[in-house]
């Protein structure tokens, strides 16, 4: 299934944290914060998203923000441009 946002909005799955420190404690899955760094899958329509963003990045975005969807088993989420913090350039 393919999925294309419109207006504002990107596609984004979240990468998942660190699961042990370097210390070498393992952190429980109750204890782990919710992700707040993503792969942009797929990107809206609006200009201000499509100069901003592209297939591929890697963003920053804020803890809440956006909606959670499942897609052929994988979770993503669909994020407003103003939720978007930061873009992480290597």
Do not use: C, H, W
Request: charged fraction near 30%; avoid cysteine.
């Amino acid at each position: 299934m393919t999925i294309k946002p419109i207006g504002d909005r990107i596609l984004v799955q979240p990468l998942e944290l660190q699961k042990q420190t370097e210390s070498g404690i393992i952190i429980p899955d109750t204890a782990k914060e919710k992700p707040i760094t993503g792969k942009v899958i797929e990107i809206g329509t609006s200009e201000d998203v499509t100069n901003n963003f592209k297939v591929g990045d890697t963003v920053i975005y804020a803890k809440y923000g956006g909606d959670e969807i499942t897609i052929d088993n994988k979770d993503l989420k669909i994020i407003q441009y103003s939720d978007v913090l930061a873009k992480i350039i290597d």
